[in-house]
Nanobody, 122 residues
Framework: EVQLVESGGGLVQAGGSLRLSCAAS????????IGWFRQAPGKEREGISS????????YYTDSVEGRFIISSEKSKQMVYLQMNSLKPEDSAVYYC???????????????WGKGTRVTVSS
């Protein structure tokens, strides 16, 4: 059974940092894409970053580029999202998801974790 489990969320002050982790099981990292998504109350789920676990190519949406860093550790089947210079508008539930496609569109992801909440106080 494919599972993705996020961890590392919490409460942080504006300007602070958090590192989210996504643990993958039930499949072996090959040419997979793992994406990070977030959904704030009343808003649509948005893709913010993704990584190809074989080639380590990465993507960031404009709102997080320069502040967030995505990385993967194949031997541990882990993907991380280092979030720096956090802003109150980064508050959301953060999800990781997997796909065979190089995509950041939620509808094109195959498997999802249950999410971890990030709250950034001003």
């Amino acid at each position: 059974e494919v599972q993705l489990v996020e961890s590392g969320g919490g409460l942080v002050q504006a300007g602070g940092s958090l590192r989210l982790s996504c643990a993958a099981s039930g499949f072996s990292f090959g040419d997979d894409v793992i994406g990070w998504f977030r959904q704030a109350p009343g808003k649509e789920r948005e893709g913010i970053s993704s990584i190809n676990t074989k080639f380590h190519s990465t993507y960031y949406t404009d709102s997080v580029e320069g502040r967030f860093i995505i990385s993967s550790e194949k031997s541990k089947q882990m993907v991380y999202l280092q979030m720096n210079s956090l802003k109150p508008e980064d508050s959301a539930v953060y999800y990781c998801a997997s796909s065979w496609l190089w995509t950041i569109l939620p509808e094109q992801m195959d498997e999802w974790g249950k999410g971890t909440r990030v709250t950034v106080s001003s």
